[in-house]
């Protein structure tokens, strides 16, 4: 009996039906996973544009191609050559050479008169001529003299005379030669003139004699006036010519 009991409760467990397993549960979806934002290319570089080939003179074609006309390409006008050079006149003054022609010194009361100069003032004069002479066509010498005597009362202290010259071209008109000779040359002579008074007056001991600036215009003019005065002299001391 107790056998069948235990037959019995084995067929129970038998006849009841097996209960389904339950589904595994289904995995949750993740969010996708963000890509690292990536760094933009870097820009192409623009492709070169081809260079043109270079066209070619007129007349003139490259190898293996037919004539080509040429673009771009005028023609320019030949640039003015250099002047003949006897197109341009020639200068009105040309200094050809410079020299002194005489320079001296005197200081005949040395030394006394050097203690005299710190008791007095001294009294100086000076005078100045301007001469020419032609040489050859157009070349002509013009001299400038300087001649200066320093005084203290009686006593002489120096004289120094200079004679300094010029070598000149000149190229103006007849009416302007003159003028030219005797004004513009000792114009470009007078300050190495000067220059030389200067130096020789300092080198025997005293100060250094500085010219002022020279008028020649008006020397010019005073030596029209002279000359115009000379030849009217003669003039007014004729006898006046009598009937006959």
């Known amino acids: 009996m107790a056998r069948k009991g235990r037959n019995n409760r084995s067929a129970d467990k038998a006849a009841k039906p097996s209960q389904p397993a339950s589904p595994p549960a289904a995995p949750k979806p993740q969010a996708p996973e963000r890509a690292a934002p990536s760094a933009p290319p870097p820009p192409a570089a623009p492709a070169a544009a081809p260079r043109p080939a270079p066209a070619a003179p007129a007349g003139l074609a490259p190898a293996g191609l037919g004539p080509?006309?040429?673009?771009?390409?005028?023609?320019?006008?030949?640039?003015?050559?250099?002047?003949?050079?006897?197109?341009?006149?020639?200068?009105?003054?040309?200094?050809?050479?410079?020299?002194m022609k005489d320079a001296s010194l005197e200081v005949p009361n040395?030394?006394?008169?050097?203690?005299?100069?710190?008791?007095?003032?001294?009294?100086?004069?000076?005078?100045?001529?301007?001469?020419?002479?032609?040489?050859?066509?157009?070349?002509?010498?013009?001299?400038?003299?300087?001649?200066?005597?320093?005084?203290?009362?009686?006593?002489?202290?120096?004289?120094?005379?200079?004679?300094?010259?010029?070598?000149?071209?000149?190229?103006?008109?007849?009416?302007?030669?003159?003028?030219?000779?005797?004004?513009?040359?000792?114009?470009?002579?007078?300050?190495?003139?000067?220059?030389?008074?200067?130096?020789?007056?300092?080198?025997?001991?005293?100060?250094?004699?500085?010219?002022?600036?020279?008028?020649?215009?008006?020397?010019y003019q005073n030596q029209l006036q002279r000359r115009a005065a000379g030849a009217a002299a003669p003039a007014s001391g004729a006898p006046a010519a009598t009937p006959a």
């Open 68 to 99: 080509q006309p040429s673009v771009g390409i005028r023609p320019q006008a030949a640039s003015p050559g250099p002047e003949p050079t006897g197109a341009r006149p020639p200068a009105p003054i040309v200094i050809n050479a410079q020299y």
């Open 110 to 219: 040395a030394p006394r008169v050097f203690a005299l100069m710190q008791k007095a003032s001294p009294d100086i004069s000076v005078n100045i001529d301007v001469r020419a002479q032609p040489i050859q066509d157009s070349a002509f010498e013009v001299q400038f003299h300087v001649h200066a005597k320093c005084s203290v009362g009686d006593t002489v202290a120096f004289i120094v005379e200079v004679v300094y010259a010029g070598l000149f071209s000149v190229n103006v008109s007849r009416e302007l030669l003159e003028p030219t000779l005797l004004i513009e040359c000792p114009r470009l002579l007078f300050p190495f003139a000067r220059n030389i008074v200067a130096d020789l007056t300092r080198d025997g001991g005293f100060p250094p004699l500085m010219l002022g600036p020279v008028d020649f215009t008006a020397m």
